[in-house]
């Protein structure tokens, strides 16, 4: 019996190993990256080419906290797949990436901590806000574009907008569509899009 009860412990753990192992490439270059902008962050001050200080002097503030995002921009990924659409994010040379992502059946991906930065709104403008990457969260619905949006898709798209609402205290007018953005060149989320 105790036989029994390792291997089927051992077996669940070579499983969840093998689950987790799908990401695995990409979830340890994220890490990487979010090590050295921490590494960045605890090299302050700064320091120029030859070394030396920006400033003569520093004095470390204890009023600070991470950056909020006040902005939510929803797109379609104008991709045939959810999967299409995680490697796309998880390729250097696209140079592309969302907070989230939705896919057809609801399911939710979180790609990226909602305090960093995603390229995911590109060139536009909002008012006198020419950088949107820098104060938004990006959210992909699995979508091409030419097809109605599937309603276990919506429900988790508006049970993530009321947490990130709620969280952040995001006005509503504040949620766009990233035609709004950049109107001419982007028409997502799209004419389907309820």
Request: proline letters at 4%; a positive charge.
């Amino acid at each position: 019996m105790k036989n029994f009860r390792f291997i089927s412990v051992l077996f669940l753990l070579l499983l969840a190993a093998c689950h987790q192992s799908r990401f695995a490439a990409t979830n340890k270059v994220y890490k990487k990256q979010v090590k050295a902008f921490s590494r960045l962050i605890k090299a302050y001050p700064l320091r120029d080419s030859a070394g030396v200080a920006w400033s003569r002097e520093w004095v470390g503030t204890t009023n600070l906290s991470l950056r909020k995002p006040n902005y939510v921009i929803i797109h379609h990924t104008a991709q045939n797949s959810c999967e299409q659409t995680l490697k796309t994010f998880t390729l250097p040379r696209t140079q592309v990436s969302a907070h989230y992502v939705i896919c057809r059946d609801g399911t939710v991906y979180h790609m990226l901590n909602d305090m960093l930065r995603a390229h995911h709104a590109g060139v536009g403008k909002w008012g006198n806000i020419t950088d949107m990457n820098s104060m938004s969260i990006g959210i992909e619905l699995d979508n091409n574009g030419n097809e109605p949006f599937a309603e276990a898709q919506i429900q988790s798209l508006l049970v993530l907008l009321s947490r990130l609402k709620k969280t952040f205290q995001i006005p509503q007018s504040n949620f766009i569509g990233h035609l709004d953005w950049a109107p001419g060149r982007k028409t997502d989320p799209g004419r389907f899009f309820p």
